[in-house]
């Protein structure tokens, strides 16, 4: 696959260890970026396979800095996001929590892709569905 085969929204990532090598993917849309907040950076991780870390944004005149802290509410099973250190108010907050969901939510969809070009197999697929609760109970009598 080559670059010219990315449709426009999507990218290119190169270098997987496993078949088919490459994959596209669909990116953040800059459309739901908070437009009056500059992205300085984020420290993110994964635990437990959930998102956990934080994303630091400055606003476009450089007076204020933000840090919003990134986790999974295991309660709720969704993703939390909250402004961690620094100031702003109810509105700005609100948008740069809604892009941190965005762009979060697109790191672990693209995640999630690639992993499943690891977990291809049969076995593997049925593994991860058995772990998630995913595959039907099997009667007390069934054969299989």
């Known amino acids: 696959m080559s670059h010219e085969d990315v449709a426009e929204g999507q990218l290119l990532i190169q270098g997987l260890d496993r078949a088919p090598g490459s ?9 739901r970026h908070a437009n009056e907040w500059r992205f300085v950076g984020a420290d993110l991780g994964m635990k437990g396979g959930r998102p956990l870390g934080l994303v630091r944004f400055e606003r476009l005149d450089s007076s204020q800095r933000v840090s919003l802290s990134v986790s999974w509410d295991h309660v709720y099973d969704q993703l939390r996001c909250f402004v961690f250190e620094g100031e702003c108010d109810a509105v700005g907050r609100e948008r740069l929590e809604r892009d941190v969901r965005h762009r979060v939510g697109t790191w672990v969809a693209i995640t ?26 099997r009667s007390v009598g069934s054969q299989n």
């Open 23 to 31: 994959i596209q993917v669909w990116t953040a849309d800059n459309s």
């Open 112 to 137: 999630s892709e690639i992993g499943s070009y690891v977990a291809s197999s049969p076995e593997a697929q049925e593994a991860v569905l058995s772990a998630a609760h995913l595959m039907p109970e």
